[in-house]
């Protein structure tokens, strides 16, 4: 799981990056794209992170 964050992360990243690019080149659509994917797999990673805690949480309630 903890390895899985470290991807999504790097994935953040690199399409922050692409979406950057892409709208100082020019080509808003593909910048609009990358942001669109980029802000996904924020909330991707925040519902990891949160359903982690959950599971943290009930394992050591038992």
């Known amino acids: 799981m903890l390895r ?3 991807i999504d992360i790097a994935l953040t990243l690199f399409m ?3 979406a950057f ?5 020019g080509q808003v659509g593909f910048g ?3 942001t669109v994917l980029c802000v996904l797999n924020i ?3 925040v519902m990891k992170i949160k359903a982690g805690k959950d ?4 394992v050591q309630s038992k």
């Open 4 to 6: 899985s964050k470290y």
């Open 16 to 18: 922050a990056y692409f």
């Open 21 to 25: 690019r892409r709208f100082s080149d």
């Open 32 to 34: 609009i794209f990358f």
């Open 43 to 45: 909330l991707a990673l």
């Open 55 to 58: 599971t943290n949480n009930t």
